[in-house]
């Protein structure tokens, strides 16, 4: 039976008998605590290291970009998604319209591609959400693709292109509200295949905790959202091998995150590592190490290292084109 897209209306009547409050016993979330901070490298130097950060956090925030089209069919029509029911299984996804949303530029283009079971979307009585939990579909292999076109050509004339490839394995995002009133937590568990000619094939496993403050409407998602990152932690293996975790992270001021024609962050937050002296010296105090992470528009730096956002109309969700 071909899938059905519904109208607004219908559509939240059908999420308002169909799913529940409670969490779904299959969704699990892997928080990243469970270890001391530390700072791998086995074959990644510090600007690839800085790399993967910089796509870590374009994953912090692509969260608000889902929760915004899950909950504003017309911002979701737009942005080139759907939500549809699939009466054999009972079962709301939010998809990619075509599977995948392409941008096409004289310097790069990219193919995002998006696929989550909604296991519960649950609001109070006045509207509000309290709760939001999506999974991505079980043994389906999402794929996006970052490519940058480098203006030279191999010695056969062909045009040199770049890229790279990731493919989601799972991936589970929870966003709920918390005991203080206007606040979210928003937590993401993903596990995905990367590729490419410069770091080769690879599985990046990455957990993020952050906060937002937020009313829980579908109209305040059209204001700046203030965030606070909490915890993340991103393991690496495969070809190269590296682990990011932090003990500390602080931020004077909360990053403003704005939700419209792309994702645009701005702000600054600091990563601290402590790492405990080793052999005679484990007396000693730890090293501590500051990364300073600065936003501006979703451009990131830290400290000689630069990652430039994409302009706002062609700029992609989670910017693969990052890593090359």
């Known amino acids: 039976m071909k899938k059905i897209r519904f109208n607004f209306v219908l ?13 779904p016993k299959d969704v699990t979330i892997k928080k990243p605590f469970d270890d001391k901070a530390k700072i791998k490298d086995d074959g990644a130097n510090t600007v690839e290291n800085n790399k993967l950060l910089a796509i870590t956090l374009d994953r912090q925030f692509e969260p608000l970009y889902v929760l915004k089209a899950v909950l504003n069919p017309q911002y979701a029509a737009v942005q080139g998604l759907e939500t549809t029911f699939e009466p054999t299984t009972q079962v709301l996804t939010l998809s990619a319209v075509n ?9 790069f283009s990219s193919e995002y591609s998006l696929k989550y079971d909604i296991k519960s979307l ?21 794929q996006s693709v970052g490519y940058v076109k480098t203006g030279k ?27 203080t009133p206007g606040f979210y937590t928003v937590e993401v568990s993903r596990t995905e295949d990367t590729n490419s000619t410069a770091d080769k094939k690879n599985l990046i496993a990455t957990s993020i905790v952050s906060t937002i403050e ?19 932690k991103v393991d690496r293996v495969g070809a190269k091998t590296t682990t990011l975790k932090y003990d500390e992270i602080v931020a004077a001021l909360p990053v403003r995150v704005k939700i419209g024609t792309c994702v645009s962050a701005s702000g600054s937050v600091t990563l601290v590592q402590r790492v405990m002296a080793q052999g005679a010296d484990k007396m000693a105090p730890p090293t501590i190490t500051n990364t300073i992470v600065e936003l501006n528009d979703s451009s990131l730096k830290i400290d000689k290292f630069s990652s430039e956002a994409k302009e706002c109309a062609t700029r992609p969700v989670v910017d693969l084109t990052r890593m090359l």
């Open 122 to 142: 649950v609001k109070d009585t006045q509207g509000r959400l309290t709760s939001l939990i999506l999974k991505s579909k079980v043994n389906e292999m999402i």
């Open 11 to 23: 559509l939240m009547t059908v999420i308002s008998t169909l799913l529940v409050a409670c969490q």
């Open 99 to 107: 599977k995948m949303k392409t941008f096409d530029t004289p310097a």
């Open 214 to 232: 937020w009313d829980g409407t579908a109209a305040g998602l059209d204001n700046e959202i203030a965030t606070k990152l909490n915890a993340l």
């Open 153 to 179: 050509k191999d010695d056969a004339g062909n045009l040199i292109v770049t890229n790279f490839t990731s493919q989601a394995a799972s991936e589970i995002i929870m966003i709920q509200v918390t005991q």
